[in-house]
């Protein structure tokens, strides 16, 4: 998956959710333990993922942050269990070059930093490791995301600060067929905002490909009135895939994958 691009004439790759985490907003508490993580990992894998992401501190609206310590001590343990024996590479969801590094230690072959390089260490980590590295877009903190949001232009405002990041992962060394541009659907951003990112996927490429992650967000509920989250989200990823993703984030990977080829 050289630059994870989604393949001429077919659908974007799929990013299974692995949440190792006490407190995520919708499967928090479920794959804490390795035994249960594993097999959900796997399960994806067979429902059709294409990466799996694993993650130790939540990104939900008013979560507090997660010591480096304790974030390796949820992580790393579940990705030395799945690494060495899924056919699909695994990411790092983390914003904390200490526990990208731990990761990558354990057997992760990518990093998704939701932080946007935040943390100077997490470009010449990714370079020198070689890791795949997805750079997200994020209005305020998890602390603040559902109560300070960003104002009109927000998209040329997102662009603009994808581009300068990918510009400083490349000065640091990464290597350009490693870069993943992600919006940040949900982050800092209003309902219609989202939506508008969602509708807009390829717009953030500037050469590179583009990650979408609508996954049981709450704009979902707004933009799909009487749809459950997971109906809503293979909604989303459908539109998110004709408007120029090459990758979606999810929890439903079955439901997303029959969305994205039917």
Same mark, same amino acid.
């Given at each position: 998956?050289?630059?994870?691009?989604?393949?001429?004439?077919?659908?974007?790759?799929?990013?299974?959710?692995? /949440?190792?985490?006490?407190?995520?907003?919708?499967?928090?508490?479920?794959? %804490?333990?390795?035994?249960?993580?594993?097999?959900?990992?796997?399960?994806?894998?067979? %429902?059709?993922?294409?990466?799996?992401?694993?993650?130790?501190?939540?990104?939900?609206?008013?979560?507090?942050?997660?010591?480096?310590?304790?974030?390796?001590?949820?992580?790393?343990?579940?990705?030395?269990?799945?690494?060495?024996?899924?056919?699909?590479?695994?990411?790092?969801?983390?914003?904390?070059?200490?526990?990208?590094?731990?990761?990558?230690?354990?057997?992760?072959?990518?990093? /998704?930093?939701?932080?946007?390089?935040?943390?100077?260490?997490?470009?010449?980590?990714?370079?020198?490791?070689?890791?795949?590295?997805?750079?997200?877009?994020?209005?305020?903190?998890?602390?603040?995301?559902?109560?300070?949001?960003?104002?009109?232009?927000?998209?040329?405002?997102?662009?603009?600060?994808?581009?300068?990041?990918?510009?400083?992962?490349?000065?640091?060394?990464?290597?350009?067929?490693?870069?993943?541009?992600?919006?940040?659907?949900?982050?800092?951003?209003?309902?219609?905002?989202?939506?508008?990112?969602?509708?807009?996927?390829?717009?953030?490429?500037?050469?590179?490909?583009?990650?979408?992650?609508?996954?049981?967000?709450?704009?979902?509920?707004?933009?799909?009135?009487?749809?459950?989250?997971?109906?809503?989200?293979?909604?989303?990823?459908?539109?998110?895939?004709?408007?120029?993703?090459?990758?979606?984030?999810?929890?439903?990977?079955?439901?997303?994958?029959?969305?994205?080829?039917?």
């Amino acid at each position: 998956m050289s630059g994870w691009r989604r393949p001429p004439g077919g659908r974007p790759l799929i990013m299974g959710i692995l /949440n190792a985490t006490p407190d995520s907003f919708s499967d928090g508490g479920m794959y %804490e333990d390795v035994g249960a993580a594993a097999r959900r990992a796997f399960e994806m894998e067979d %429902e059709g993922a294409d990466v799996i992401d694993v993650g130790g501190e939540s990104t939900r609206p008013g979560a507090s942050p997660v010591s480096a310590e304790d974030e390796i001590r949820r992580v790393a343990p579940v990705i030395r269990e799945i690494a060495g024996s899924l056919s699909v590479p695994v990411s790092i969801d983390t914003m904390k070059a200490r526990v990208a590094e731990a990761a990558i230690a354990a057997g992760a072959s990518a990093i /998704n930093d939701m932080g946007g390089l935040s943390d100077p260490a997490m470009a010449p980590l990714a370079a020198s490791s070689g890791a795949h590295l997805v750079v997200a877009h994020m209005h305020g903190s998890p602390r603040t995301l559902a109560t300070d949001l960003m104002g009109g232009g927000a998209l040329g405002e997102v662009r603009s600060f994808l581009r300068g990041r990918a510009d400083l992962a490349l000065a640091s060394g990464v290597r350009a067929d490693r870069l993943v541009m992600d919006p940040g659907v949900g982050f800092g951003k209003t309902h219609a905002q989202s939506m508008e990112i969602v509708m807009s996927a390829g717009s953030f490429s500037m050469g590179f490909p583009v990650l979408i992650g609508p996954s049981r967000k709450r704009f979902l509920s707004h933009a799909f009135p009487g749809m459950g989250a997971d109906e809503a989200t293979a909604e989303a990823a459908a539109l998110a895939a004709s408007s120029g993703a090459d990758m979606v984030r999810v929890h439903d990977v079955a439901g997303v994958r029959r969305a994205l080829e039917r």
